[in-house]
């Protein structure tokens, strides 16, 4: 989307851009056309005229004749210059405003009809109403919220991870109308929580996971949940996120960074988000393709594992969110920076399909509590490209490109994975293809990462008329 599109308002219809002067309608042209005729009379017989005029009517006691030829031939002189240089100046402003039309102050006029992003917002506004699940379940009562992706076949009752991405999104959009209830939505997680106690994805069974009770939190408290209310929740889930415990969520960047976002949220004076940040900061690794600057892989415990842009977009917006609640430290800006010069340093292009922006899908594998020879298998699907945007629009990725004079790199970045993002979606919903590309699904948290995305970049391009 064009500046024009998001911030320009377009020139209404019949507006006439103001006269270079300043005047309006004929009278401020008069002096230039005068001008102009007096110097189309010729530098020589405009001095001509004048000579001749004051050679008459000079008085005869002056001293003689030589100086009555003295002071009109000066004068003379002085005219036929004047009327040349304000010939001249009037042609080179002409010839100025024809070659920069568009430097002149554009008129203030109705608008025309909105840019496309409404029509996005109000289009996931009204797939999310459409593919509202209501059910009666005769153990948790009345559910209401979505499954995982809109427009599933099978019976739709709503999920904890569906339902939690439905309200993120609902609460960016502001519900404009009663068609959802962000409170039904409230209500639901909670009658979602497990018996005892968090959240799981439903391939995940009966056990809870601490990126889902994160990503449930974190909704639950930005749709005003109390604080209270929340403790229980995110003890259990500080709790149960160790390296004893879940060693394999500990070591996946996805998991740590969602788990640090979420609870960034629901409990900024948790102890466990300084160790989840310093868990960040220490699995980074230096990537000696692009300069040896320090970037992120799928795992937070490899020495040399293979540079990933979407896990370092990830870092660098979960490190950022942390400064501004925990307070910034040495070690982490400097690792978070890095992180954003590595993906400043993407050498492929064009940048709106570069290999830096391809979707990713990945596998956190745990064992199971009831059976440790079998593995619980989680499947996750990352929107790469709204990720770098994110990680683009974040406050460090414009101060490093600001004070170290990237500012077109980053704007080049940025625009391509915008567009990126922006040509994924029909209809305000993303889609994410399966197996060899016939079928299609519309995943809810797709389409809250691209609107949160889109959202993010209007907000920062806006400028209103002065």
């Known amino acids: 989307m064009s500046q024009q599109q998001l911030g320009r308002r377009p020139r209404g219809p019949g507006s006439v851009p103001p006269a270079p002067d300043g005047g309006d309608g004929d009278g401020g042209a008069q002096p230039a056309r005068f001008v102009g005729w007096l110097g189309g009379l010729g530098c020589a017989a405009a001095g001509y005229g004048v000579f001749q005029f004051l050679f008459g009517v000079l008085p005869d006691s002056l001293d003689g004749e030589a100086a009555k030829y003295l002071?009109?031939?000066?004068?003379?002189?002085?005219?036929?210059?004047?009327?040349?240089?304000?010939?001249?100046?009037?042609?080179?402003?002409?010839?100025?405003v024809a070659r920069a039309p568009s430097t002149a102050a554009p008129a203030i006029g109705p608008a025309l009809a909105p840019g496309p992003l409404p029509e996005v917002f109000a289009g996931a506004y009204d797939a999310l109403a459409e593919q509202l699940a209501v059910v009666d379940d005769p153990d948790l009562g009345r559910l209401t919220g979505w499954t995982h992706a809109l427009g599933e076949s099978?019976?739709?009752?709503?999920?904890?991870?569906?339902?939690?991405?439905?309200?993120?999104?609902?609460?960016?959009?502001?519900?404009?109308?009663?068609?959802?209830?962000?409170?039904?939505?409230?209500?639901?997680?909670w009658r979602l929580r497990l018996p005892d106690g968090g959240w799981s994805a439903r391939s995940q069974g009966s056990e809870p996971r601490p990126e889902v009770t994160a990503l449930v939190l974190g909704a639950l408290a930005r749709a005003g949940a109390s604080r209270d209310r929340l403790a229980d929740e995110v003890a259990r889930c500080a709790a149960g996120f160790t390296h004893e415990l879940d060693r394999a969520g500990r070591e996946s960047t996805h998991v740590v960074t969602t788990v640090l976002r979420g609870l960034l949220r629901a409990a900024p004076d948790s102890a466990l988000l300084p160790r989840l940040r310093e868990a960040i900061v220490d699995g980074a690794l230096s990537d000696p393709g692009r300069e040896h600057l320090r970037c992120w892989d799928y795992r937070l415990d490899l020495d040399n594992g293979t540079a990933s842009a979407l896990h370092t977009a990830q870092a660098v917006v979960a490190l950022d969110r942390a400064a501004v609640v925990l307070g910034d430290n040495a070690s982490a800006r400097a690792t978070r920076e890095d992180g954003v010069r590595w993906l400043l340093a993407c050498p492929d292009g064009p940048h709106d399909s570069c290999a830096d922006l391809a979707n990713l899908r990945e596998e956190v594998r745990r064992p199971r509590t009831d059976d440790p020879s079998r593995h619980e298998v989680l499947n996750v699907r990352h929107f790469t490209a709204a990720w770098v945007v994110r990680a683009l629009m974040s406050p460090t990725a414009r101060r490093v490109a600001r004070d170290e004079g990237l500012e077109e790199r980053w704007r080049e970045r940025l625009d391509g994975a915008v567009a990126a993002v922006w040509a994924g979606q029909s209809g305000g919903t993303w889609t994410w293809g399966l197996g060899d590309g016939t079928q299609l699904r519309r995943p809810i948290w797709m389409t809250y990462q691209g609107l949160c995305a889109l959202r993010a970049h209007a907000v920062w391009m806006y400028q209103p008329e002065a």
Do not use: E, F
């Open 71 to 96: 002071i009109a031939g000066v004068s003379g002189l002085g005219t036929g210059l004047a009327a040349w240089l304000a010939a001249a100046l009037v042609r080179a402003r002409a010839a100025a």
């Open 154 to 189: 099978s019976p739709a009752r709503p999920t904890a991870v569906g339902t939690a991405y439905g309200l993120h999104i609902m609460l960016d959009l502001g519900a404009p109308d009663g068609r959802v209830s962000t409170g039904d939505l409230v209500d639901t997680l």
